[in-house]
């Protein structure tokens, strides 16, 4: 089978892509710089099968920087997943950050896929570069009006490997992702939060008042789309789940799976944060065969489920 690096292979989505192009017999090479974004061992726990198991090998280093001739030698497709993420911490001082690790580490990527002939080039990117909703959903050819400087770094991620593919010959694929959730959410995310403050018998703060809503993805969702994307057409795909829901409703089912309480404080929106997101997922239906298969109460609690034996190994290791 074919050998595919995964940047990002430590994070939420980068580890569920590794369990499953694994399990499907294919030789991964997994990238992480381990940065401080979050815990590290949360991350190490997340590669814990891999690790465990054949076919898989872990580089350390970061993508801005390291060796990437090295890196991707003999591999056959490249699934570049690694990056800052975060719209609230990519004002100010922040932004340089979300430079180097979003679009310089993506033009060095791609300056090495060139070198090495890779046959395909798989960009995650995020619902985020359209901006605030329009009244309905968005099709991958609608105006890109980013509300944030991450949203703005990804936009020009994405732009960079379109430049690659047109002018350097890059097979490349750009999936945009709609609000992906399920078990390893980072723990700054939203339905993480809620989960956590149930489980902890604490209240969670919500950013403006709770009307926010979401096209949600389950993570294996996700990962169904980023496979089938490496062997069909190139192009541009939204990758969401086919369920909208509002903070509100998703704390509702946060209540119901774990039958506790989740006191809620509101405060002001932040800046950046988009009132809606709603995919038309339409041409991935067609060019991938993408249909989520998981709804949305069903992965609140495969999510809340995995946060409890998180939360159970914190307790005994305290």
Same mark, same amino acid.
């Given at each position: 089978?074919?050998?595919v690096?995964?940047?990002g292979?430590? #994070?939420?989505i980068?580890?569920?892509?590794? =369990?499953?192009?694994?399990a499907?017999?294919?030789e991964?090479?997994?990238?992480? %710089?381990? *940065?401080? +974004? ?8 997340n590669l814990? $099968?891999a690790?465990?198991g054949e #076919?898989?090998?872990l580089?350390?280093?970061d993508l801005?920087?390291?060796?990437? =001739?090295?890196?991707?030698?003999? &591999?056959?497709?490249?699934v570049? @997943?690694?990056g800052?993420?975060g719209?609230?911490? $990519? ?14 580490? *993506?033009?060095?990527? @791609? ?10 080039f ?6 985020s570069? /359209?901006?605030? =909703?329009?009244?309905?959903?968005v099709?991958e050819? =609608?105006p890109r009006?980013?509300a $944030?400087? +991450?949203? @703005? ?5 994405e732009e960079m490997?379109?430049l /690659?593919?047109? !002018? ?8 945009r /992702?709609?609000t992906? +959730? ?6 700054e ?15 969670? !703060? ?9 096209d949600?993805?389950y993570?294996?969702?996700a990962?169904?789309a980023?496979?089938? %994307?490496q !062997? ?12 909208? &829901? ?6 509702? &089912?946060?209540r119901?799976v ?5 006191? *809620?404080?509101?405060?002001? %929106?932040?800046?950046?944060d ?6 038309? $997922?339409?041409r ?5 065969? /993408?249909?989520?298969?998981?709804g ?5 609690a ?5 946060a409890a ?5 914190v307790g &005994?290791?305290a």
């Open positions: 089978m074919s050998r690096v995964v940047s292979a430590a #994070g939420f980068g580890s569920h892509l590794v =369990d499953r192009l694994l499907g017999g294919h991964v090479v997994g990238v992480d %710089a381990f *940065t401080g +974004y979050y815990a590290r061992w949360r991350k190490e726990r814990a $099968s690790l465990g #076919g898989f090998r580089v350390e280093g801005a920087r390291m060796d990437l =001739d090295e890196l991707l030698r003999r &591999a056959d497709c490249v570049h @997943l690694a800052e993420p719209v609230r911490r $990519s004002w100010g001082p922040n932004f340089p950050k979300y430079l180097e690790r979003n679009v310089v580490s *993506t033009e060095r990527l @791609l300056e090495a896929a060139v070198r090495g002939g890779i046959g395909k798989v960009y995650a990117s995020s619902s570069v /359209y901006g605030p =909703d329009r009244g309905g959903p099709r050819e =609608d009006r980013p $944030s400087p +991450y949203a @703005l770094s990804k936009l020009a991620a490997v379109g /690659y593919a047109r !002018e350097r010959g890059v097979p490349a694929t750009v999936l /992702y709609f992906v +959730y399920g078990p390893r959410q980072r723990p995310m939203g339905l993480s939060q809620f989960i956590c403050a149930a489980y902890e018998e604490r209240p969670v !703060e919500i950013f403006g008042d709770g009307s926010q809503r979401r949600m993805t993570v294996g969702d990962v169904d980023t496979v089938a %994307a !062997e069909a057409p190139c192009g541009v795909y939204n990758v969401g789940g086919g369920t909208r &829901a509002s903070v509100d409703e998703m704390l509702a &089912a946060v119901r774990t039958g506790l309480p989740v006191e *809620t404080r509101y405060g002001p %929106a932040a800046p950046g988009v009132l809606s997101t709603w995919a038309d $997922s339409g991935a239906a067609r060019a991938l065969g /993408y249909r989520p298969r998981v949305l109460e069903e992965g609140i495969a999510q809340a489920e995995w034996s998180l939360e159970s190994l &005994a290791t």
